[in-house]
């Protein structure tokens, strides 16, 4: 009498097995969901991330923008030692991160103001909202023009108001030693108005009774905001915090609207501007893939403590 002692799984079962995984990678959301995300995620990696791969690999050569097709026989970072040794990006660099820094946290102080304000139900409530509101729904280039005809030195109403206090005229664009900060003070206009309504909506989400409980204990009502409510709005100022840095690093359109008539810029040039006049005046192609890339690790800077603190907090 023999007896069949199996060894492993037939021909069979292992046909089965296949079947069952490959049916159940089929009807997976990630694959039944294609259609939607693959066409806008292909798009979004040639047109995105292909261009940044492209733009670092110009930055490697020596390229300077003839018609030419540019050569990757020989790739260096020549154009990143350059860059770094070089005055103008160390300046424009520096001009970024006076930017980045002074705009988003006078934002945030005035923002945080505002809406503390409105969250104790000062009169007009709903007028002061709209006035500081209005801004955000317009565009960089209005924007420029309209500080532009403010800071104007003959007919500037800025100016006028100076002139009645002898103090006037300034040319706030002109001076190298005050155009950044009133490129500055025109941006916190347009947008203080965001970071009021950030922080508005996280006062409106903590409970009266904590501030009332504080008044009852008899602490004063600074005291109340800087002990109990402020902290608890960490999550709203980070939000807020990183959208107005990457708006900082974007303000090229801002900047270019109301400088466009000085080149280059007085006292306000900036890696983006720096970039886009290495490529188009001086054909210095890769040279300004390398100001982008410089541009592009500052943006990550911002972008990925945020993330990671995302993270921690659960939240990706």
């Not at 990696?45 to 292909?50: D, E, I, K, L, Q």
């Not at 801004?135 to 002139?163: K, R």
């Amino acid at each position: 009498m023999g007896t069949n002692e199996t060894t492993g799984p037939s021909a069979t079962e292992e046909g089965v097995g296949w079947q069952t995984k490959f049916r159940y990678v089929l009807n997976s959301d990630f694959v039944r969901s294609a259609p939607f995300w693959a066409v806008p995620f292909a798009i979004m990696a040639v047109a995105v991330y292909g261009g940044i791969g492209y733009n670092f690999a110009i930055s490697l050569t020596d390229n300077n923008g003839t018609i030419e097709p540019a050569s990757f026989s020989n790739l260096d970072f020549e154009m990143y030692v350059q860059a770094l040794s070089d005055p103008n990006v160390i300046q424009a660099a520096t001009h970024n991160l006076i930017l980045l820094v002074s705009f988003t946290a006078i934002c945030l102080v005035f923002g945080l103001f505002l809406a503390i304000m409105l969250d104790r139900q000062i009169r007009y409530k709903e007028t002061v909202q709209m006035i500081y509101l209005l801004p955000m729904s317009l565009s960089f280039v209005v924007t420029a023009q309209l500080w532009l005809w403010m800071y104007d030195t003959d007919s500037g109403i800025i100016n006028e108001l100076l002139g009645l206090l002898s103090l006037g005229p300034i040319d706030f664009i002109g001076n190298p030693e005050i155009a950044l900060w009133a490129i500055i003070f025109a941006l916190i206009w347009q947008f203080s108005g965001y970071t009021m309504v950030v922080y508005l909506a996280g006062l409106q989400s903590i409970p009266s009774s904590q501030f009332e409980a504080g008044m009852i204990d008899g602490a004063r009502t600074l005291r109340i905001y800087l002990r109990v409510i402020i902290p608890q709005l960490k999550a709203s100022s980070v939000s807020a915090a990183v959208v107005l840095m990457v708006f900082a690093l974007k303000a090229f359109t801002f900047l270019y609207a109301m400088t466009g008539r000085y080149f280059p810029p007085q006292g306000t040039d900036i890696l983006a501007t720096l970039m886009v006049r290495e490529a188009w005046q001086y054909n210095n192609w890769a040279y300004s893939a390398a100001i982008a890339t410089l541009l592009l690790l500052m943006a990550l800077g911002v972008i990925a403590p945020y993330l990671y603190y995302q993270y921690r907090e659960g939240s990706l």
